[in-house]
């Protein structure tokens, strides 16, 4: 069983920047970020693969974000610069045990609880 535990959201105005912390108990999995939205479905944010050499981003966060992954602490990060009111939402940290598909929430294993950002204009 892997146990995931999201911390770093807050309240910030559109402009500034967030950072989330993604602690997994366990072995090293592909680990993925997504986001929901009220009345929204979940959708992917950005993923890293077990070894961090490969990452993924969804269109709208290309450039904004960035995912990373300390090893030694099985903790995986989601740096958030120039956050806009759309980046609203519940986000949620998740792994995967193999997937060819990280940007599939059907993909993933293990869910944390989220951790709720809020952009005001």
């Known amino acids: 069983q892997v146990q995931l535990v999201e911390s770093g959201g807050g309240l910030v105005q559109a402009g500034g920047s967030l950072r989330l912390s993604c602690a997994a108990s366990?072995?090293?999995?592909?680990m993925g970020w997504f986001r929901q939205a009220p009345g929204k479905e979940r959708e992917f944010v950005a993923a890293?693969?077990?070894?961090?050499?490969?990452?993924y981003y969804a269109d709208s966060v290309k450039g904004r974000f960035t995912i990373s992954r300390d090893r030694a602490k099985n903790t995986v990060y989601l740096q958030m610069n120039s956050l806009k009111p759309e980046d609203t939402a519940v986000y949620y940290c998740?792994?995967?045990?193999?997937?060819?598909?990280?940007?599939?929430?059907?993909?993933?294993?293990?869910w944390g609880q989220g951790t709720q950002v809020t952009v005001s204009s």
């Open positions: 998740a792994a995967s045990i193999a997937t060819m598909t990280p940007s599939e929430l059907k993909e993933y294993d293990y």
């Open positions: 366990g072995r090293s999995y592909t």
């Open positions: 890293i693969s077990w070894s961090g050499g490969n990452t």
